[in-house]
């Protein structure tokens, strides 16, 4: 397996990315995806409101939470740091739950 991890751009944000080439995905990390989605510019309270959710979604049973995968990518830091990536899919799956969440605590 090659991995082939960047830096995208989306929205003047950065978005970390990991292609996979045995499953042929991209793999995204959901707090990045938070980040963009809800528009926080800090890393901690992305961080944290993933958390929250990821909380709420496991106590429901979510099928997509209990599948994330979790990656080593480049943190804010510079380090390799595990985080919960996504697919494609289960990105699009998990934005229909955080319309619902919306609601931070």
């Not at 938070?34 to 992305?46: E, H, P």
Request: glycine share 2%.
């Amino acid at each position: 397996m090659t991995k082939k991890t960047t830096v995208k751009i989306f929205e003047s944000k950065h978005l970390r990315t990991h292609w996979d080439d045995e499953k042929e995905k991209w793999y995204f990390p959901i707090v990045d995806v938070v980040a963009i989605l809800t528009g926080q510019t800090d890393y901690q309270l992305a961080r944290n409101y993933w958390k929250v959710l990821k909380s709420r979604l496991l106590k429901e049973g979510n099928e997509t939470v209990t599948n994330c995968n979790r990656l080593k990518l480049v943190a804010e830091d510079g380090k390799m740091r595990e985080t919960d990536v996504a697919d494609t899919e289960q990105i699009f799956r998990l934005k229909t739950r955080w319309n619902d969440c919306r609601q931070y605590p």
